[in-house]
């Protein structure tokens, strides 16, 4: 379906209904393929390497709250993290390896979860900054109105709960691979526990797919490693697993908003970096942690098909296929001193495109050489 145009000929539409066009045979999505990993420390500062990778470990639950050590919680910056990290990182593979990939779309696996999941989202506005650059479309996300009033007027109690994820990523992982594990009472193990958390920490992989015809790149956070990191070239992200944290499900209902909100994002996150499975870790309404879960990401659309108001993945990928097909027609004024806004918000019926002249570059001027044409 064709773009309708408002009377500012900057600004487009893309509709999201009906829903019917996207229900199709599936479009192509290549396998993954990591091109380049970074780190950040605990001071935020930026490493070309996986020195902050860690390895899965499962916790113990016999005595496992989720709150220990919030008082203590170091956090990053809120708010949207710019893309710069990861152009650094792609002129770091160039420059030291001699590999220019190219792409169509580069972004964070953030952005590419939120609009995959975009034709069931009926709550969640976002807001993205686009630049066209060598023919190169670069998307960073904005903080809207929505969700900084989420984060500024956020409870005690929804802060506590956001720290659980972290705190649950901190019980499950460890600094060696599972195998140098001795014993239960190794220093690694018993470390977990009154380990200090620090959001500056991450870990980062940088992989490349295609979607169709749409040749992306995604740096995405990667909670940890289930062994050994092959050496390149070999692909390592089948070792990789995700970690998240949920309530426990205690009735119909309970599992009927798990499957329908939860597993469409965990399946999304995963899915689109290739990572193999999903350790869940199911809590009470205290923070503590009752029990384990691994969920295999490519099951996770067998298990809601069929369900009554539930989703469905080829038409998440069948839109999001025929999105980018459509953005790169409507991006079409390359200026890296300009950027398009896209958005989404209520009454969630459609993504909005917009050109603003000289206004919210998404490169940094570092980035222009490198990224420019040769």
């Known amino acids: 379906m064709e773009q309708s145009i408002r009377p500012d000929p900057n600004t487009y539409k893309f509709p999201i209904h009906p829903f019917k066009r996207f229900n199709k045979k599936c479009v192509e999505f290549k396998q993954p393929v990591e091109i380049t990993c970074f780190s950040y420390d605990e001071n935020r500062q930026l490493h070309m390497d996986d020195r902050e990778s860690r390895y899965y470990y499962p916790p113990?639950?016999?005595?496992?709250?989720?709150?220990?050590?919030?008082?203590?919680?170091?956090?990053?910056?809120?708010?949207?993290?710019?893309?710069?990290?990861?152009?650094?990182?792609?002129?770091?593979?160039?420059?030291?390896?001699?590999?220019?990939?190219?792409?169509?779309?580069?972004?964070?696996?953030?952005?590419?979860?939120?609009?995959?999941?975009?034709?069931?989202?009926?709550?969640?506005?976002?807001?993205?900054?686009?630049?066209?650059?060598?023919?190169?479309i670069f998307i960073e996300e904005h903080e809207t109105e929505q969700t900084r009033l989420y984060r500024e007027g956020s409870t005690p109690k929804a802060k506590l709960m956001g720290y659980w994820g972290y705190k649950f990523e901190a019980l499950c992982t460890i600094g060696v691979p599972a195998t140098e594990i001795q014993s239960p009472d190794d220093p690694e193990l018993l470390a977990r526990k009154n380990t200090i958390v620090n959001t500056n920490i991450q870990y980062c992989s940088v992989s490349k797919t295609s979607l169709g015809k749409n040749r992306l790149i995604m740096g995405a956070e990667v909670d940890c490693l289930i062994d050994v990191k092959p050496p390149y070239p070999e692909n390592p992200i089948n070792k990789y697993i995700e970690l998240k944290t949920t309530k426990i499900l205690k009735n119909e209902r309970d599992n009927f908003l798990f499957e329908r909100y939860k597993l469409i994002k965990f399946w999304a996150q995963s899915f689109l970096i290739g990572l193999p499975k999903i350790i869940v870790g199911f809590r009470d309404d205290d923070g503590n942690l009752c029990s384990l879960k691994e969920i295999k990401t490519l099951e996770i659309p067998r298990m809601v098909r069929g369900k009554d108001k539930m989703w469905d993945a080829v038409i998440c990928l069948n839109f999001l296929n025929e999105f980018f097909e459509w953005l790169r027609r409507v991006i079409d004024i390359e200026d890296a001193n300009s950027s398009y806004v896209i958005s989404f918000k209520e009454p969630y019926q459609e993504i909005e495109v917009t050109f603003c002249h000289n206004k919210n570059p998404v490169l940094a001027d570092r980035h222009l050489k490198p990224f420019g044409k040769k």
């Open 60 to 136: 113990n639950l016999e005595d496992c709250n989720l709150s220990v050590g919030y008082e203590n919680l170091i956090q990053k910056s809120e708010g949207p993290e710019p893309i710069h990290s990861l152009l650094d990182a792609l002129i770091h593979l160039n420059e030291t390896k001699g590999d220019e990939v190219k792409a169509d779309i580069v972004s964070w696996r953030g952005i590419f979860t939120k609009l995959l999941c975009t034709p069931y989202n009926r709550n969640e506005s976002w807001e993205f900054g686009a630049t066209l650059y060598n023919n190169t």
